[in-house]
């Protein structure tokens, strides 16, 4: 397969250009203290929660494990700080509904070294004891999906992986966490790369990313050859969102389109996060667990923006104290967690910062203004969302469905399944129509109606 498409500046089809708002990618990553308290949901990933396996009063040390996986699709938590477990409860979480959570409480003068893991030899290691590394590690996908990696790393039999593509895109505006690792963990980064290659079997690697970020492409390419690696590449692919996509990216890099319902591996393809790798080059040859990780903290709203290193389990609020973000959040502002087109709203500061959240983003109540004063029009026909959609959608169709609700009309003959919300047609759309909300509410109808049908009659001999 040759890597045509960046070569000639192309990208993939449609998408937008936002305004970046990166001001803090050159900043470098600082460190953020402790809380009072650290809440460790039981389920931060996608799949099965995990189990305890610690009580309330028990002295943990950072690093320690203190919930064990259950079932494959699963992984276990460490304890984020020397201290002692003060509750095992429900706790709001920004996943959805409180959910059973370790509350440990760090003792003030603790190091952030973490102190449990003993070190390995990662050049012995074979691909399935560097799959179970990953899994014990905790590690999902810190780009915000936070789908378990070993499951992805883990190649099905019928299939055969030989490109390993990582995603150095961060295509949302504001979000820097990314950028500032492939500058400042590149070594690390191009570690995770090598052992992640020895896991699937991928004869080649490619880290793309996008051009604004020209820093961080000179950073990887300097490790790759210090590291001395011959079929590792970096490359840099004309800045577009949505990008980071999977699907995107791919078309980016190789101008191959991924067939509808499939997943890279049908290509022979894995993608990971930049985020991802360098935690495995840093975590596997220590023998250690996830216990922090890289959050932007920016928007219009914060005094002190910038990516800063932060104890899984930090409470927003904590967060939004140490960034000088207004207090009465709730009131004055909005936050996001994740970047402004795809991140999640939320209200409770107790909220914690857990494995997938790559940003904490505050916008004034004046910022939203403008956008909150507009009134919702018809729809004019202009076609903006179709010619925005890189999905190759009909967003103005769907939408018109959408309001009168139906979904399964959506999902039969406009392809609702293959919306994955970037949010361009929202973006983009004159009359203000919550195009991408209106889709998550038909997703959300027909996957509730699918799960409530009954089961199909087992087939009969006549
Ligand atoms: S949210 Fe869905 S319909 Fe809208 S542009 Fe993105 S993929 Fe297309
Ligand atoms: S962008 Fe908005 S107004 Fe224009 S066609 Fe799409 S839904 Fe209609």
Redesign the pocket.
Known sequence: MKLLNFLRGETFARGIHPPEHKHTAATPIRRLPWADELVVPLAQHIGKPAEAIVRVGQEVVRGQPVAKADGWLSVPHHSPATGVVKAIELRPTARGPWTPSIVIRPHAAATQEDLWGVARDIDAMTPDEILQAVWDAGLVGLGGAAFPTHAKLKVPPQAKVHTLVINGCECEPYLTCDHRTMVEESAALVRGIALSMRATGAVRAIVGIEDNKPDAVAAVKAAIAAAGLENVFAEAVPTKYPQGSEKMLIMSLFGVEIPSGQLPVSLGMVMNNVGTMAAIGKLLPAGQGLTERVVTIAGPGVVRPGDYRVPLGTPISFVLDFAGAPRDATSACQLVLGGPMMGQSVAALDTPVTKGVSGVLVFRREDMAERDDRRTYP????????ESCPMGLN??AL?MLAAKREYDEMGAHYHLGECFECGC?TY????N?P?VQQFRVAKQVLRERAASAPAAPAATRS
């Open positions: 729809c004019i026909k202009c076609g903006q969302c179709v967003p103005s939408g047609c983009v759309c004159p009359s129509i195009l």
